[in-house]
């Protein structure tokens, strides 16, 4: 008799995409084997993935949806019939079944069945809780990572008058020196170069519907390094801030985040994220963008370097940055070009200009 599989209940989700199946007509499935995929989706939170589990076994019969269809609760996914035809070898399923089956024609059979083995197997392991906020970020990681297609530009920006500026700056009723690192210049930098290429203070969170979401508003999300794990929170309306402003801002909210005071509000809603290693080191990176952002700007430590300026060998402070980008819409010349903007944003003319 055949037996029904139907979409279980996805809480107040509906119309959801398929888009994968793991089962085909004559596969055996058992239950709690996967059989399809699902994408939940809500605007301005992380998309997920939701494997869908037989409920029965038996042989499948009939599938009855496609990659890219819309299915709700209740619908049917794939009717089975008869019961499992257990495998000679106690039940193995399907797919190491056909990994042992081409194992047997090539290389040695008891390999393939003893390949995994636990780590203590090789010496003493502690085993610990992973942080939640490492936790939650893992599944925000790993939508951004499959659902965009990354390229990253790396470029290295002469930063030398912006150093010798920041570090002139002094408070003009105390005299005392002003500490502002050159993380807010970089923030002042990217807003500008947000105003010249609107495409990166984008979204493409409609991609199936064929939009692009333009923002008119910069804010500026910040990885914060805490205890608990990478959070950034949104440096609001940047481009109406002033220097000391935006350098105070984001002393408060690196505080809120590592005393996990800040509203989940704040993780939300950016134009783009920097991620500065500065004040760590190294020299370049990969940074992974913050969806549905569609570029995000990692920032390594500048270092003093010789440079052929001005018809000479010179010292100067370069700042390496990566840029990655969504190249469904982002291409590598539009990349090069915002990076440039970039790099006159904090070159020779135009630091001063920034703190006006
Ligand atoms: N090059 C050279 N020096 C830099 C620099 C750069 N690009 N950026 C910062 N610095 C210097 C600062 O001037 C400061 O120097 P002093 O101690 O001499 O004043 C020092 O490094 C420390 O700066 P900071 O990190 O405290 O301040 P910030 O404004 O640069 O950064 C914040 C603020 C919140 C981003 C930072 O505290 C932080 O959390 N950083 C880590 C972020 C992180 O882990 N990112 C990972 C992204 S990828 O997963």
């Not at 936790?135 to 790993?142: D, E, G, T, Y």
């Not at 990885?223 to 608990?228: I, M, R, Y």
């Not at 704040?266 to 990176?285: A, P, V």
């Not at 052929?308 to 840029?323: A, D, E």
Request: hydrophobic fraction near 35%.
């Amino acid at each position: 008799m055949s037996k029904q599989i139907k979409v279980p209940d996805i809480g107040d989700f509906e119309n959801v995409e398929v888009i994968e199946i793991l089962v085909k007509q004559g596969d055996k499935v058992k239950k709690n084997d996967t059989l399809i995929t699902i994408e939940l989706y809500r605007k301005w939170k992380n998309k997920s993935s939701v494997e869908v589990p037989s409920t029965e076994e038996g042989t499948v019969e009939n599938l009855n949806v496609n990659i890219g269809d819309r299915v709700s609760k209740g619908d049917l996914i794939l009717t089975l019939s008869g019961e499992i035809i257990k495998n000679k070898e106690n039940n193995i399923p399907p797919i190491t079944e056909k990994i042992i089956k081409e194992a047997e024609s090539t290389i040695i059979k008891e390999k393939v069945i003893k390949i995994e083995y636990s780590h203590s197997d090789f010496g003493e392991v502690e085993i610990k809780d992973m942080p939640r906020i490492k936790r939650l970020a893992a599944s925000h990681l790993i939508n951004s990572w499959t659902t965009i297609p990354h390229a990253t530009h790396h470029d290295e920006i002469d930063i030398t008058e912006m150093e010798e500026f920041r570090n002139s700056l002094e408070d003009n009723n105390t005299g005392e020196k002003l500490k502002i690192t050159p993380l807010v210049f970089i923030i002042k930098a990217l807003v500008g170069a947000l105003k010249k290429f609107p495409l990166f203070n984008s979204s493409i969170d409609e991609l199936e519907n064929g939009k692009i979401t333009y923002k008119k508003y910069y804010h500026i999300g910040i990885a914060v390094d805490t205890s608990h794990g990478l959070m950034v929170p949104k440096i609001r309306d940047a481009n109406n801030k002033s220097l000391k402003h935006l350098g105070d801002e984001l002393r408060e909210v690196s505080e809120k985040c590592r005393n996990l005071k800040i509203d989940k509000k704040e993780f939300y809603g950016g134009s783009m994220t920097i991620l500065s290693l500065g004040g760590i080191g190294g020299s370049f990176f990969t940074p992974i963008i913050n969806y549905p952002e569609v570029a995000v700007l990692g920032v390594s430590k500048s270092t003093k370097k010789q440079v052929y300026f001005q018809k000479n060998f010179q010292t100067r402070t370069i700042l390496p940055i990566s840029l990655s980008y969504d190249h469904r819409i982002v291409n590598d010349a539009e990349a090069a070009r915002f990076c440039n903007e970039l790099r006159e944003n904090l070159g020779k003319n135009f630091a001063y200009k920034l703190a006006i």
